[in-house]
């Protein structure tokens, strides 16, 4: 089993930055590909990013393109979303999603991934 926990959510003005971190435990995710999705009040949980297991693909949204990054350290089994030039419509919970194969197949489709963290609130304010 693979427990996902992510960290570094909070309160930012808009225009400022965050990064998140996910941790895994349990069974290391080196070889996994590793997503981030995001949850809005009154919203359906969408795609935000995805990175392969190498770190050599990675795959964005249209809406967030450009102003966030994915990037993973595989000795730490830990994955990070870099997120700047923030707005409000960037609020929301964000989770962290593995996957139990390396290449990012289906990558935008939230039934794809194997394993789930519960969510760090990121409140953007205007």
């Known amino acids: 089993q693979v427990q996902l926990v992510e960290s570094g ?3 930012v003005q808009a225009g400022g930055s965050l990064r998140l971190s996910c941790a895994a435990s349990g069974r290391t995710v080196s070889s996994y590909c590793m997503g981030w999705f995001r949850q809005a009040p009154g ?3 969408e795609f935000v990013a995805a990175i ?3 770190g050599g693909s990675t795959y964005y949204a ?3 393109k450009g102003r966030f990054t994915i990037s993973r350290d595989n000795a730490k089994d830990t994955v990070y979303l870099q997120m700047n030039s923030l707005k ?3 609020t929301a919970v964000y989770y962290c999603a593995a996957k139990s194969v ?3 197949t289906m990558y935008e489709a ?3 991934y194997d394993y789930w963290g519960q ?3 990121v409140t953007v304010s205007s």
């Open 88 to 90: 409000p419509e960037d």
């Open 102 to 104: 390396g290449y990012c």
């Open 62 to 64: 249209d809406s967030i």
């Open 9 to 11: 959510g909070g309160l």
């Open 43 to 45: 919203k359906e949980r």
């Open 110 to 112: 939230r039934t794809g």
């Open 52 to 54: 392969s297991w190498s």
């Open 119 to 121: 969510g760090t609130q």
